[in-house]
């Protein structure tokens, strides 16, 4: 695609990815959009069919067809016989492949972007229909939820099928200059992080090669052997116990003091066989022990059956609660997820991949998340989160964190706000931490005003992180991997060289440019060579890919000036250089004391043998 040309996109879905995905089309390539929905009034179409360019360029707004049931006709309408390439973006899988199955019926050749979940379903997908990116949403919000929940503690990883990268803390890796590849942010005691700044020694937030391209270390929960055992003796059944126990251990000490010759192992045993109802009356005892007699009986009477009741109820629960896999046992320092949908669900599986403690919370029992909650072993409450009683469940008093990842935002901050208030109520005047709380918020200005009234400094968007890197692939490029510097995004991303591009034949350190993009290695035409250090002599060839990491307005620049010529010049291939030996080389040559003249000949050309 020419770096010139004004291209046309269609885009099917009516979602908050398809909405930020419109914009980033319109806004950051100047794109011309059409949107296929269901409806005008679906979920973000009124939104989508209102967006605008922001900055008064060509693009104009997004044309919109309504069409409630996907066919060939409704793609020929749109005009994805002509078109760049073709999003798929609903939120179902199957929808998706289906709409991608008659995308390709009507156009061979158009290049297809589709949104799929299910990693194997994908990789069939890309394999099947040619020309086709296969891309999952929270995959690449996954990891800025996680390291936004875990602060500090842990780097934000970038898996390359070559390399593992990582975004970390400059101090962090101190003892590692040379694997630094750039400095990504500065972020210290700043409101807004300068990203990709011009002094990158200044960043004090690096991307690094990872010690290791080997997968992170995985801790399994391993279940508790006394599992079973705590769930028998709840609270009510340890209070109903006690009583019991009390009651004979009195009956005990006073048949024990009344009775002359009775001493207190049989004076137990007394107890107890009255108690359950053993023993026979004694019409010669003292006024004392027949009043114990008949306190044991009735206590027996009464206490038994609600004993029995008891672990009966405890006994249903604990089977209940061990088959569905929910809490059954008191936890801290762990992680709680409310929402188990998409992101839910990958979330839920990088923390769990760090060897953290997950407690995960939803009012579905057949969300997406669930089952893989199940898979992993991890606590899974099925109930609707907002609501104090069912965080304390998930005993939000002692967890480190609180993800709370739900599509809809007022109910994300109505959560928030009730888990944050119980355990500040129960970490009160201990001295523990402050719980961190992360939100999903789609609006940009409401996750402005959160943080001002609420002091909630941790959102972020799926849409608004998944976004760049659809935009990319329809455009025709990679991009690996997403990394969150506070709600912005910076975009890995793998480029070819276009033949004639503007770019070739210049040298590495120009593609770097502070504030939009900075070229971390160079994939050379040979097989298997990536060039980390990079040379600053090195100019660039067509059979190069350039490995970067970019603002999404630096990876739209950086499209144009690698995008190929129209008409490229020839590759001219280089020659190879014929080494003589040192001796050939330094032998001196003798200088003739005077130089014959060349024979005559017909000008413009040699002299012949014959001539």
């Not at 990891?143 to 390399?163: H, K, M, Q, S, W």
């Not at 407690?359 to 057949?366: F, G, T």
């Not at 909630?456 to 608004?464: E, F, N, P, T």
């Not at 330094?586 to 002299?607: I, M």
Request: charged share 20%; glycine share 8%; net charge neutral.
């Amino acid at each position: 695609m020419s770096g010139d040309a004004v291209p046309r996109f269609v885009v099917w879905g009516a979602n908050a990815l398809a909405q930020r995905l419109v914009g980033e089309l319109m806004n950051t390539y100047s794109a011309h959009v059409t949107v296929i929905v269901p409806s005008a009034s679906a979920d973000q179409a009124p939104e989508i069919a209102e967006l605008v360019p922001e900055d008064g360029g060509p693009a104009l707004r997004p044309a919109m067809i309504v069409a409630p049931r996907l066919n060939q006709e409704v793609f020929r309408q749109a005009g994805i016989e002509t078109a760049a390439a073709v999003a798929l973006v609903d939120r179902d899988d199957v929808a998706n492949v289906d709409a991608a199955l008659i995308a390709r019926e009507v156009s061979p050749t158009v290049r297809l972007v589709v949104r799929l979940f299910n990693p194997v379903l994908g990789d069939g997908i890309a394999s099947m229909l040619g020309d086709c990116g296969v891309l999952s949403g929270s995959e690449f919000a996954a990891p800025a939820f996680v390291a936004a929940a875990l602060g500090n503690d842990t780097p934000t990883y970038v898996r390359l099928p070559d390399e593992l990268l990582m975004a970390a803390p400059r101090a962090d890796v101190a003892d590692r200059p040379d694997d630094v590849l750039c400095g990504l942010a500065i972020t210290e005691g700043l409101a807004e992080p300068v990203r990709l700044p011009a002094d990158e020694d200044a960043a004090d937030l690096v991307l690094v090669r990872a010690p290791s391209s080997q997968p992170r270390p995985v801790r399994r929960r391993r279940p508790h052997p006394m599992r079973a055992t705590r769930l028998l003796f709840g609270r009510n059944l340890r209070l109903a116990l006690l009583a019991l126990a009390g009651v004979l251990t009195t009956g005990t000490v006073t048949l024990a003091l009344t009775r002359e010759d009775t001493g207190l192992l049989q004076a137990g045993y007394l107890a107890v066989l009255t108690a359950l109802g053993g023993a026979d009356a004694d019409t010669g005892a003292s006024v004392v022990e027949k009043a114990v007699a008949v306190l044991l009986v009735v206590t027996g009477v009464a206490l038994i059956p609600t004993v029995t009741a008891l672990i009966v109820d405890v006994v249903v629960n604990a089977r209940l609660a061990l088959a569905a896999g929910g809490l059954t046992e008191p936890v801290s320092g762990h992680v709680i997820v409310v929402g188990l949908g998409n992101i839910g669900a990958r979330v839920v599986r990088e923390l769990h991949d760090f060897g953290l403690d997950v407690v995960a919370i939803d009012r579905m029992e057949h969300a997406r998340g669930v089952s893989v909650a199940r898979e992993l072993r991890i606590p899974v409450l099925i109930r609707d989160a907002n609501n104090a009683e069912a965080l304390r469940a998930a005993s939000v008093e002692t967890c480190r964190a609180l993800l709370v990842l739900t599509t809809d935002d007022v109910t994300n901050l109505e959560t928030a706000l009730i888990g944050r208030a119980v355990h500040g109520q129960a970490q009160r005047g201990t001295g523990g931490a402050k719980l961190r709380v992360v939100l999903r918020l789609f609006d940009e200005g409401f996750a402005r005003r959160v943080k001002r009234a609420f002091g909630i400094d941790h959102s972020r968007s799926v849409s608004y992180l998944a976004a760049p890197a659809f935009a990319a692939a329809m455009m025709g490029r990679e991009v690996v991997g997403a990394i969150s510097v506070g709600r912005r995004v910076l975009l890995v991303a793998e480029l070819p060289v276009g033949a004639g591009s503007e770019l070739e034949g210049q040298l590495c350190p120009d593609v770097s440019r502070p504030g939009e993009v900075r070229l971390i290695a160079v994939r050379t035409g040979r097989v298997g060579q990536t060039l980390w250090s990079l040379p600053d002599r090195r100019p660039l060839v067509r059979t190069d890919r350039l490995l970067v990491v970019a603002t999404r307005a630096g990876l739209a620049g950086l499209l144009s000036r690698t995008a190929a010529s129209p008409d490229p010049p020839p590759l001219v291939e280089p020659k190879p250089l014929r080494l003589l030996s040192t001796a050939v080389r330094h032998r001196p040559r003798p200088v003739p004391d005077s130089v014959p003249e060349p024979p005559a000949g017909p000008v413009g050309r040699p002299p012949t043998p014959a001539e």
